[in-house]
């Protein structure tokens, strides 16, 4: 085994990236407006995709999902997970 | 896979065996019917199929009952009429019981033939019986008899004298003419969008976009284009970015977005396909009048999401109603509907004229979940124990057991929950945030964090274990009240745990058959979908498997694998049941022979039969398309009540909404004819 298993734990994470682009679903508080949030979002390396209401839809490098999560104007952030097709498997 | 398959190589009835005659001094005394030599010659040669055979039995019986004078009336002339009283002859042999197992083959078609005095069949001849076949013996017996090939009369012949063609010398085999029906697909019969096979609906979703969130589309296929030009208005790959008009389309551009999967083609056949591509458009979807606008998706969430907005935007853009499919889904997240996807769902459905339909899961038959409900107020503190155990696989090129399992409880409890190894060592999450231990044959990750939505408690395992049994098995979640200091232990004592993966592992007690519909299904505004059987055989390119014949499918049951609500707040999920065991739809071109071996492709045409709670979703979705059509600007919630009104109740399902079924099976023609105000 090359990798501890803690890496291999690491690297099998739900929606972890150490590093590297991450899918975020991000709830903001909208003040002043969800716009004027995402583009100060976008300082902290936030690429946004979307604006769906008070959400923002984007990616960003996961070395920086803490200070994301520190903004005071975010509420929530949902790092990506991949789903899958609806067939049965046995 | 399917859990059976076989060749429909029907078993010739010459090689069952005879019942058994009865033992006993009843049966001592009961005159044989045959002696044993006839028994086999008759049980080895049957003429009659089945359904004449049964109905040949009752004529008799009728003869035997009816007053004499009606009998000789009834009987007719000669050999048939002096048997008459018992049964003909040649199924004299054959067990009764035997007869009316083979007799409930076909109840309509049975029925039917009994309710005639004359019966229409098919006469085969054997090769021995010369150029004129059976045909004089015949004209004795039938009302009419016309030779259509070499060895084959067809023939109306009394009820009563079917066991006398039978008898002739000559004849191989008699078979009852049936009437046929026009195959449609036997979803559309189910679900009530067909009627005598025609559509019973006017509403085509002409009007309305379709949005299909999923694996791609074969563009090429004929069921998607009208006139020589797709149907499709837009194609969106978001694993490369490319984005597709019509005109690019048209022009073969996306086939640099292939659906190599056959997934996302297959469900949008079922939601909007046209049925082209076959003479007869017996496979046309449930809405083959809609545009369709169609994302190829990464499966990541934050996609997902951006692909539903995408189709709406599109939709408000070209002024149409719109109903998204996603027949995906996962066990990441509380199942309560408070995930940020599921949230962006329910935003984006909120203006009139939206709906998102999604798949329940198909992990019905699994152990994934696992829950229990601690008393409140015992006198000791409360403990609940449920036992993992991790499935071997290749994770990045290593043989290994992975495992994430989430553990969630009520915000109002005050619940410890503890992983145990199977060494015996105890890994409990900190208050808040995460810990990690790295040990030689394993590691563990636990975290504890309070979800900011609903204030419930997640507390999340990772487990990786060395493929080996000692560190598989043996794993237990611990779930105990803490009454420490002031804490106030089990309030409302809900506790759920699911596993994100069944490839990853499964409970191996305390596991429950309920709450298995996964995120996003668990939307609030989602029309969550379960699947039901009406399919059980097809014709295939595969050589080896000309004739797939699932006997182990019961037809219009649920199906094993459609998984069963309701979401962890108890809210009713699934809401609706459609057909999703076996449907035929479009065939992508390229898909790859591991994705939809020949098996599953249809022969002859550029269709394929797959099965899962993502075929039923597209069936709800082209339903609500014609609905849309119908009334552009209903609500979502008015769009599942009427739903949920207009369901179709039988013997399968319960009057009211349960877990499986939802509130029953979708009744299409009553949903766009239900009053409103009802």
Redesign the interface.
């Known amino acids: 085994m090359n990798r501890s298993p803690r890496d291999l734990l690491r690297g099998a994470r739900p929606g972890s990236a150490a590093s590297g682009p991450t899918g975020v679903i991000v709830a903001v508080r909208p003040e002043p407006s969800v716009e004027a949030v995402a583009a100060r979002l976008h300082d902290l390396g936030l690429v946004v995709e979307r604006t769906i209401g008070d959400k923002i839809v984007g990616t960003i490098d996961g070395a920086r999902l803490a200070d994301l999560r520190a903004d005071p104007a975010v509420r929530e952030v949902e790092t990506s997970v991949r789903l899958h097709p609806h067939e049965p498997r046995s | 896979?399917p859990?059976r398959r076989k060749r429909r190589v029907a078993k010739p009835a010459a090689r069952r065996r005879p019942s058994r005659a009865p033992a006993g001094p009843a049966a001592a005394s009961r005159p044989a019917v045959e002696p044993p030599a006839a028994v086999t010659a008759a049980t080895r040669m049957p003429k009659l199929d089945p359904r004449l055979a049964a109905c040949a039995f009752r004529a008799a019986r009728e003869a035997r009952l009816a007053p004499a004078a009606t009998r000789r009336g009834a009987a007719g002339t000669g050999a048939a009429s002096r048997g008459a009283a018992t049964a003909p002859r040649s199924l004299r042999a054959v067990p009764i019981g035997l007869q009316s197992i083979r007799a409930q083959l076909s109840p309509t078609s049975q029925r039917d033939l009994e309710a005639r005095d004359v019966v229409p069949v098919l006469v085969e001849s054997s090769a021995a019986s010369g150029r004129g076949g059976v045909g004089a013996g015949l004209a004795r017996v039938a009302t009419e008899a016309r030779r259509v090939s070499r060895s084959t009369v067809v023939a109306r012949v009394p009820r009563t004298r079917l066991g006398d063609v039978a008898a002739l010398a000559g004849v191989r085999r008699v078979e009852a003419s049936v009437r046929l029906r026009p195959r449609v697909d036997l979803a559309h019969a189910s679900a009530l969008l067909f009627h005598g096979g025609a559509r019973s609906v006017s509403q085509t979703g002409a009007g309305v976009l379709v949005g299909i969130v999923?694996?791609g589309i074969d563009a090429t296929h004929p069921g998607f284009q009208a006139d020589g030009q797709t149907r499709i208005v837009r194609y969106v790959d978001q694993t490369t970015g490319a984005s597709y008009s019509p005109a690019q389309i048209d022009g073969g551009a996306a086939a640099a977005s292939p659906d190599e999967?056959g997934?996302g083609t297959h469900v949008a056949g079922i939601a909007a396909g046209g049925g082209g591509g076959l003479a007869v458009q017996r496979y046309a979807g449930v809405a083959p009048g809609a545009d369709l606008a169609v994302v190829k998706t990464?499966?990541?969430?934050?996609?997902?999401?951006?692909g539903v907005?995408?189709v709406f935007d599109l939709a408000a853009q070209r002024d149409q109603p719109c109903v998204v499919n996603l027949?995906?889904?996962?066990h990441?997240g509380g199942h309560d509907g408070s995930?940020?996807?599921e949230?962006?769902i329910d935003?984006?459905c909120e203006p009139p004229g939206r709906a998102v339909v999604v798949?329940?899961?198909?992990e019905g038959?699994s152990r994934l979940h696992a829950g229990t409900r601690l008393p409140y107020g015992a006198d000791t503190p409360q403990r609940w124990v449920a036992d993992l155990e991790l499935s071997p696989r290749i994770?990045?090129g290593?043989a290994?057991g992975?495992l994430?399992v989430s553990v969630w409880t009520q915000r109002e409890d005050d619940l410890l929950v503890t992983l145990r190894s199977p060494n015996g060592e105890l890994f409990r999450p900190p208050r808040s945030g995460r810990q990690?231990a790295?040990?030689s044959?394993?590691?563990?990750?636990v975290s504890h964090q309070v979800a900011?939505?609903s204030g419930d408690n997640e507390f999340a395992f990772?487990?990786?274990?060395?493929a080996e049994p000692d560190w598989l098995h043996g794993w237990s979640l611990i779930v105990e009240e803490d009454r420490a200091q002031g804490r106030h232990g089990a309030q409302v004592g809900a506790v759920h745990a699911w596993i994100?993966?069944?490839?990853m592992g499964a409970f191996v007690n305390g596991y429950t058959r309920s709450h298995l519909v996964?995120?996003?299904g668990t939307a609030y505004s989602a029309v969550t979908v379960a699947s039901y059987a009406t399919r059980k055989a097809w014709e295939s390119q595969d050589p080896a498997l000309p004739v797939v014949d699932l006997a182990a499918v019961n037809l219009e049951d649920i199906s094993y694998?459609s998984s069963p609500g309701p979401t962890r707040e108890e809210q009713n999920k699934p809401e609706v049941a459609a057909p999703g065991q076996w449907l035929v739809s479009a065939l992508s071109a390229q898909a790859s022979a591991d994705a939809l071996p020949l098996w599953v492709r249809l022969q002859g045409a550029p269709y394929a039969a797959?099965?899962?709670?993502?075929m039923s979703?597209p069936y709800v979705t082209g339903a609500l398309a014609l609905l849309l059509e119908k009334d552009p600007a209903l609500h979502w919630g008015e769009m599942k009540r009427r739903l949920a009104k207009s369901c179709r109740a039988d013997r399968f399902t319960t009057p009211s909404w349960n877990q499986r079924w939802g509130h029953g099976k979708i009744d299409v023609e009553r949903l766009l004819t239900i009053d409103p105000t009802a």
């Open positions: 896979m859990t999923d694996t999967e997934h990464t499966f990541d969430t934050a996609d997902i999401a951006a907005a995408l027949s995906l889904g996962g990441w995930s940020l996807l949230r962006v935003e984006l798949s329940a899961g198909n038959g994770v990045q290593t290994m992975l994430w990690e790295d040990r044959r394993f590691a563990v990750d900011a939505y990772g487990v990786f274990a060395v994100a993966d069944e490839a996964g995120m996003p694998f797959l099965q899962g709670t993502s979703a």
